[in-house]
């Protein structure tokens, strides 16, 4: 298992000499949007920072106008107390 992270790093550090800068700003780009979306995974699923429990049965089960109504409620109380409001 080593040898392979090992030959796999000596490839990905071989590649800017052998490809085009073109090719080389494709693979820094498919990286990126990697660790991008390994952060996201992060910070909206296990931590739990963007969740807005859509699955709970009280917001499954009650009346969309009157939920989103308090959702935005104590969204703007948070957000004043933020002073982002």
Do not use: C, H
């Not at 979306?37 to 910070?43: M, P, R, S, Y």
């Not at 917001?59 to 939920?67: C, I, K």
């Amino acid at each position: 298992m080593r040898w392979a992270v090992v030959a796999a790093l000596a490839v990905l550090l071989a590649l800017p000499a052998v490809l085009s800068s073109y090719a080389v700003t494709i693979f820094i780009l498919i990286f990126f949007y990697g660790f991008l979306g390994q952060a996201w995974n992060i910070v909206g699923g296990y931590a739990g920072q963007l969740s807005v429990e859509l699955f709970a049965p009280r917001f499954q089960q009650a009346d969309p106008f009157p939920l989103a109504q308090e959702i935005w409620r104590k969204t703007e109380a948070v957000m004043r107390q933020a002073r982002v409001l």
